[in-house]
């Protein structure tokens, strides 16, 4: 063959190669650009209908983000795609989850919660998925480089509790789920303890996440909280579970010693306190530590409009549910990311490098802005991810959820970092 010859040929399957990757691409080359057009698929996995916790407001939200962004044209003309998964409160279930997560090719996880970080962080590491404002019930979510927190998860809510009660409270008890991510929870709240001066540690009472009954745990926390002159206090930091556990406590309290009654965020809820009589709940007048402002703040007025508007009728996406706020902050983040790589392709390693590098991810001020580059992280011990330590304090007045009058906002970042390891 001579070199004219040979010059054709390799013309020909050049222009050849290049047409069909037009064609195959839809105009895209392979690792190009991508821009207006692409679908961007994501994943939300949360446990439902289980005997444990349960968070369905987080997938409800995120099928009406999809919604709600696409009736705006998408993400910079990109067409959004959720799927969702029942985690089901198990690792398998949550391996199940991530697997399904790199077999539709989605670029990042979402707004999603699950306590089994080593069954599904594994399988989003390898396929280089990014994992974007998880709950925080994981140690791994704090941990792995390709985790990206939006808060301080249960770690600081516990923190923030010690620092709560240490001034109400002379003997506290604390009552929370016998599991490997319930461990940590006395360690941390015996820190935010001893950060306000308080040196006697609260009891460490544990229950199973699934119990029935929490009479045994409620007599332990009675006897311990109401021993002393001063006033006890009992936190629960059982979920779902927490208010099977207030009215087993309500029922033993036949003196009427009435402790102190506190909890977190994700365990206690304006819906918990409206469906247990309001202001006549037996939550009336509990502190509870949270992430967030509270639901009625203004700031969270565009996610409210989007659940009006694109919900559907799906009760799930409560605006006062914990669980629906993180994934609609973390989905504000991931949009965010999605339009600085501008026509740029959309990938899961793509979007882990603008978020390692950002100086700066608003969340319209329901957060601090978030950082994730390394200079940011914090010396916490077994949270080195954690970048977000900011808490809120609210009680329950009248029936309603409210900010704690006196109490501002607080980082407690320090805190978690003087406390002993937790993993």
Request: with cysteine.
């Amino acid at each position: 063959m001579t070199n004219r010859r040979r010059t054709w040929v390799s013309r020909s399957l050049l222009f050849t190669v290049v047409g069909a990757s037009l064609v195959t691409g839809c105009g895209v080359f392979p690792g190009g650009t991508g821009g207006s057009g692409e679908t961007l698929t994501v994943m939300t996995w949360a446990p439902e209908d289980t005997k444990a916790t349960n968070m369905p407001g987080m997938p409800a939200m995120a099928r009406a983000y999809e919604r709600w962004m696409n009736s705006k044209g998408g993400i910079n003309g990109r067409k959004l795609r959720v799927i969702t998964c029942n985690e089901h409160n198990t690792a398998s279930g949550a391996a199940d989850c991530a697997r399904t997560a790199v077999a539709e090719k989605a670029v990042a996880v979402v707004g999603s919660y699950s306590q089994h970080g080593r069954a599904f962080m594994a399988p989003l590491e390898n396929a280089g998925i990014p994992f974007i404002g998880g709950y925080g019930v994981s140690q791994e979510e704090f941990q792995s480089a390709l985790s990206y927190p939006v808060n301080g998860g249960q770690p600081v809510l516990l923190a923030g509790a010690g620092h709560q009660l240490a001034r109400a409270c002379e003997q506290i008890a604390l009552i929370r789920p016998d599991t490997l991510a319930g461990d940590s929870l006395p360690i941390l709240l015996n820190a935010g303890l001893k950060a306000q001066k308080q040196q006697t540690e609260a009891a460490d009472i544990r229950a199973a996440e699934d119990a029935a009954d929490f009479a045994p745990q409620a007599r332990e926390a009675l006897a311990h909280a109401g021993r002393s002159k001063e006033k006890g206090c009992v936190t629960a930091a059982l979920g779902e579970r927490t208010e099977t556990f207030v009215d087993s406590f309500r029922r033993i309290d036949v003196q009427k010693k009435r402790p102190q009654i506190a909890s977190i965020q994700g365990s206690v809820s304006q819906a918990l306190v409206d469906r247990t009589g309001g202001g006549d709940s037996p939550f009336e007048g509990a502190y509870v530590t949270g992430w967030y402002p509270v639901a009625t703040d203004p700031l969270w007025e565009p996610m409210r409009k989007a659940i009006a508007d694109h919900a559907f009728g799906d009760d799930a996406a409560d605006p006062a549910d914990v669980g629906t706020q993180t994934t609609w902050i973390a989905y504000t983040v991931f949009t965010e990311v999605v339009k600085r790589l501008g026509e740029e392709k959309v990938t899961g390693r793509r979007i882990a490098r603008v978020l390692d590098n950002s100086e700066g991810v608003a969340t319209g001020g329901l957060t601090p802005e978030l950082r994730w580059r390394y200079k940011d992280m914090r010396a916490v011990r077994g949270y080195p991810r954690l970048v977000n330590g900011r808490v809120t304090f609210q009680v329950v007045q009248a029936g309603r959820l409210v900010a704690q009058p006196g109490e501002a906002s607080m980082d407690m970042t320090q805190t978690m970092e003087a406390a002993p390891t937790t993993g």
